[in-house]
């Protein structure tokens, strides 16, 4: 946390995040009693939101930088995806498409991207544990061309093989019992991150929590894992590749 923030925290001309005043109250070391009551207190509003338009005024590129902070503290991941690539495995080539949707400067643009690989270097963490769900429409949305979607679904399988490192794809042919809303991050199974067209929404009430834990095991649980995954995987890729070619 920069000093800047602190003093503003400190002056009250800026109220604290749930995960704002449990860095404070670690880095000062009170007892587990002293904290367990006041992040009661601070989940009083169970859910934060800070709309996009906030976080293009203070730099896209450092709420990226914000985000990197929080996953090298975190020792679990568990994310859902039903529309997107999961930015920790983007392609350089697809985070750029991303961006450049968001009437990002170049500038801006290029040190967001920078920011986002560098976020990356989590996967290569082996004390981390990082499950990833995505559904198979993930795969066919041509958010890029056909070769580097071809690329992109490469980069999945590769990744795929890293020990620390669980990506499974929900098939479209699957029966459901649950519905794809919208995407979301599990941190530690103690902060759930939601993405919405507006806003990033963060839950910290632990029952709230619950639900989001509970959806994602449900989704993992009819998702493809492994080699079946991987063999899903170069299906999509090779269409994609054919496609190339006869094009």
Not at 214 to 240: H, N, P, Q, W, Y
Not at 241 to 247: A, D, F, M, P, S
Request: hydrophobic share 45%.
């Amino acid at each position: 946390m920069s000093a800047s923030k602190l003093s503003k925290i400190e002056t009250g001309k800026l109220a604290p995040s749930v995960v704002d005043a449990e860095g404070i109250l670690t880095a000062i070391g009170v007892s587990n009693e002293v904290k367990a009551e006041y992040l009661e207190a601070a989940r009083a509003a169970a859910t934060e939101a800070t709309a996009w338009r906030l976080v293009r005024r203070i730099g896209v590129h450092k709420a990226q930088q914000q985000t990197r902070a929080l996953e090298a503290q975190m020792r679990s991941l568990r994310l859902f995806q039903p529309a997107l690539v999961p930015g920790l495995l983007q392609t350089p080539e697809y985070i750029r498409a991303i961006l450049s949707r968001h009437d990002l400067g170049e500038d801006v643009l290029t040190r967001t991207i920078s920011a986002r690989i560098e976020r990356q270097q989590a996967l290569y963490d082996s004390t981390k544990e990082l499950c990833f769900v995505i559904t198979e429409s993930v795969l066919r949305w041509r958010i890029v061309s056909a070769t580097r979607m071809a690329e992109q679904i490469d980069r999945l399988a590769s990744l795929s093989r890293l020990p620390n490192i669980d990506i499974r794809v929900v098939p479209l042919a699957a029966q459901q019992q649950d519905i794809a809303n919208h995407a979301f991050v599990i941190r530690d199974d103690r902060t759930v991150t939601v993405e919405t067209i507006h806003a990033e929404i963060v839950v910290t009430d632990p029952q709230d929590v619950s639900l989001y834990v509970r959806k994602f095991e449900r989704f993992a649980a009819t998702a493809l894992a492994g080699e079946d995954m991987r063999a899903t995987l170069a299906s999509i890729r090779d269409g994609f590749l054919r496609e190339q070619e006869t094009g």
